[in-house]
Nanobody
Framework: DVQMMESGGGLVQPGGSLRLSCQASPSTRWPGYPDRGCVAWFRQAPGKEREGIGA????????YYADSVKGRFTISMDTEKGAVSLQMDSLKPGDNGTYYCAADATSCSLIAGSDYGPHVWGRGTMVTVSS
């Protein structure tokens, strides 16, 4: 079965940047491969519900974002590497949490657990913003 894998998490100071990457394993099993489907990013802070922060569709490559990260986070596709990146700038302590990517062949809601997808999840990578 296909599995999504996140990488790039770590410790960063407030105001700093971090870049996360999401890949499918095996890459040819990416939901919607080669040019359909979508990938969404979520995060979950300790004691809080999982929050959708943005998504991108392969068909048009245009990302959309939750208001909480708009203007600071950027989602992009790296077609050469078969990966989707999440560039996070101007990080705040409120951005702490485990970050997940999730993919679907059809649709990517920003509501975790939505029947509309995404349905294929990674195990997450932790991001800590602290001085």
């Amino acid at each position: 079965d296909v599995q999504m894998m996140e990488s790039g998490g770590g410790l960063v100071q407030p105001g700093g940047s971090l870049r996360l990457s999401c890949q499918a394993s095996p890459s040819t099993r990416w939901p919607g491969y080669p040019d359909r489907g979508c990938v969404a990013w979520f995060r979950q802070a300790p004691g809080k519900e999982r929050e959708g922060i943005g998504a991108i569709y392969r068909s048009n490559g245009f990302p959309y974002y939750a208001d909480s990260v708009k203007g600071r986070f950027t989602i992009s596709m790296d077609t050469e590497k078969g990966a989707v990146s999440l560039q996070m700038d101007s990080l705040k302590p409120g951005d702490n949490g485990t970050y997940y990517c999730a993919a679907d062949a059809t649709s990517c809601s920003l509501i975790a657990g939505s029947d509309y997808g995404p349905h294929v999840w990674g195990r997450g990578t932790m991001v800590t913003v602290s001085s």
